[in-house]
C-alpha cells in the first residue's frame, strides 16, 4: 500500500543522537510509526518487520502503532534507514525533501540489518564497532 512517509526527530532518537552506533539508536532509527488503521489493513502487529520501498531504494523496518500519526501517512525519523529509501536530491537548496515521500509498505519476514551493514551496502565503511 501506498503512503505519504514524513521524517524528523523524536525524543528518544536525541538522548542517543552521540552513539550513533549504539543499539537504543539503531533500534529508534529503524522504526515506522504509523497509524494502527494502516497496520490492521496490513495485518501488522507491533513490531512487525515491513519492507518500505521509496524513490530510491528499499528497507525493512519495524512498525510500529502511533495515536499520533494520521492515517496514510507514516513518519520515520531521520537517520540510515530514512536515508536509504529517500531521493537526495536537493533541489539546489542543500537539504533533501524529507517531508514528501511516497512509499510502498508491505509485511515481510526479513529483519532489519544493522546500521552497520545498511552503510557497507550502499558503499560506504560501516561505523566503529
Not at 68 to 86: D, K, L, Q, R, W
Not at 90 to 95: C, E, P, Q, V, Y
Request: with cysteine; charged share 25%.
Amino acid at each position: 500500500m501506498t503512503y505519504l512517509m514524513v521524517t524528523g526527530r523524536t525524543v528518544n532518537q536525541g538522548v542517543t543522537v552521540e552513539n550513533k552506533t549504539s543499539a537504543e539508536y539503531a533500534e529508534e532509527t529503524s522504526t515506522c510509526f504509523m497509524h494502527e488503521f494502516d497496520m490492521l489493513e496490513l495485518g501488522l502487529d507491533d513490531g512487525d518487520a515491513i519492507q518500505v520501498t521509496g524513490p530510491c531504494g528499499e528497507v525493512v523496518m519495524r512498525a510500529v502503532a502511533s495515536a499520533e500519526v494520521e492515517m496514510g501517512t507514516v513518519f520515520v525519523p531521520y537517520g540510515p534507514y530514512a536515508n536509504h529509501i529517500i531521493d537526495a536530491d536537493t533541489h539546489s537548496t542543500g537539504m533533501p525533501d524529507f517531508k514528501s515521500h511516497e512509499v510502498e509498505i508491505e509485511p515481510t519476514d526479513e529483519e532489519p540489518k544493522t546500521v552497520h551493514k545498511l552503510m557497507e551496502d550502499l558503499g560506504g565503511l560501516a561505523y566503529d564497532r
